[in-house]
């Protein structure tokens, strides 16, 4: 009991020294909810479908069908047609503008597909355009495939006429049956798609997805900071006070990691209620399930903060070993992107990181809309990771410098 209440003592100690620190502060919630508020806003239009990629055309055919296939690729979501002339389109320039995709339709383009025949479009992109270019040539394919299949029904109408009637002419047939073709290629195609969301979650927004990663990422920071502080009373003689008097060393540290924690809770509830209240955050449908991975995230994050200042020797080294593991961690955990858009390789790697396991879990309750339930192995394995860091750390941690 003496000892629960010394552990006490100290986290209460801690809270005091941590609350008059303005600038960690700064470092806990000013600067996580900038950065959260710049990235949200420069990549919403994007995300939300209001920035469209820029196409230039030239359409050199005088006739219907090139018309058509201008209107349509105008029509598509996502893409605003710029007309050009041929030697802008193949500069991908306009002005003082740049583009990363130009079109050409040749003249000849309308009689040859009412004809039934072969043509050929021509594209222009840039080799350095790694980003949107399979979205424009896939949507330029898709409008070439549409025209492919009405010039195959040309033909094959030419075909079915000409077995019960061969003296018949293949071109006054072809004729004929184009501009029936293109006035079905005008109508609303036969098959159309329904688009629900599989999960039943209303749409995300662009601080659902950045929201839990920047709060991740800046929870680590946070706790650098805290190991930072436990080095700093080492270095000042504070902890070799400590040991002198009855306080057993799973005391201290302990009551150093729950003053930390209790931080870190602070942090991420505060980030999360702001990013909810003030712009629409979605929190899952199981708060209970957000309450738990929010817990165990600042558990095991401070966990890791008694690891780092137990394998360092000074502040320095954790200020420069703290920032370059939260980096790399943060970049490779998902903190930065979609876990899932990396190699599979490097998605089994990720979960040597603490963003990983704390991401999948929060990530699936906001954004998959799932269950207390199904976040539970996520929680489980990252309150492991945490146990193991403590223990670690409290073995290996030195109250006084060598």
């Known amino acids: 009991m003496k000892q629960l209440r010394r552990l006490w003592d100290i986290t209460r100690k801690d809270l005091l020294v941590i609350s008059k620190d303005k600038g960690a502060w700064i470092l806990l919630l000013i600067t996580p909810l900038a950065v959260i508020l710049v990235a949200s806003l420069a990549l919403g239009p994007a995300f939300n479908g209001q920035l469209k990629s820029q196409l230039l055309v030239t359409n050199l055919d005088s006739g219907v069908i090139g018309k058509q296939l201008v209107d349509g690729l105008g029509a598509t979501e996502g893409l605003n047609v710029v007309e050009a002339s041929a030697d802008e389109t193949m500069a991908l320039k306009v002005g003082d503008t740049g583009y990363k995709t130009g079109l050409i339709i040749p003249t000849d383009f309308s009689s040859q597909i009412l004809t039934g025949s072969d043509t050929d479009l021509t594209v222009y992109v840039d080799p350095n355009d790694n980003a949107s270019r399979p979205f424009m040539v896939g949507m330029i394919s898709g409008a070439a495939s549409r025209l492919s299949g009405m010039v195959m029904s040309v033909r094959i109408s030419v075909a079915e006429v000409l077995k019960f009637a061969p003296d018949t002419e293949p071109t006054t047939v072809a004729v004929d049956a184009a501009p029936a073709a293109v006035k079905e290629m005008a109508k609303e195609p036969p098959v159309a798609m329904e688009i629900n969301n599989a999960t039943g979650m209303q749409e995300v927004n662009m601080f659902d997805t950045q929201t839990p990663g920047y709060a991740v990422m800046f929870l680590l920071f946070g706790v650098m900071l805290g190991a930072e502080g436990l080095l700093e009373e ?96 943060s970049g490779l955990g998902g903190s930065w992107w979609p876990l899932s858009i990396e190699p599979e390789f490097m998605q089994k790697l990720a979960h040597v990181t603490i963003n990983a396991w704390a991401l999948s879990g929060i990530n699936a309750l906001i954004l998959d809309g799932k269950g207390f339930s199904d976040i539970l192995p996520q929680a489980a394995g990252l309150l492991l990771y945490g146990i193991v860091c403590f223990a670690i750390g409290i073995r290996m941690f030195k109250f006084r410098n060598a």
Do not use: C, E, Y
């Open 234 to 329: 080492r270095d000042k003689g504070t902890l070799g006070r400590l040991i002198v008097a009855p306080v057993s060393r799973t005391s201290i540290l302990g009551g150093k990691l729950a003053a930390q924690f209790v931080v870190a809770v602070i942090q991420m509830t505060i980030l999360f209620s702001v990013g909810h209240f003030a712009f629409g955050m979605n929190l899952g449908n199981s708060l209970p399930g957000l309450s738990l991975m929010i817990g165990i995230t600042a558990f095991t994050a401070t966990a890791f903060g008694i690891l780092l200042a137990s394998v360092v020797k000074t502040r320095r080294q954790a200020t420069s070993l703290g920032t370059m593991i939260i980096i790399l961690s």
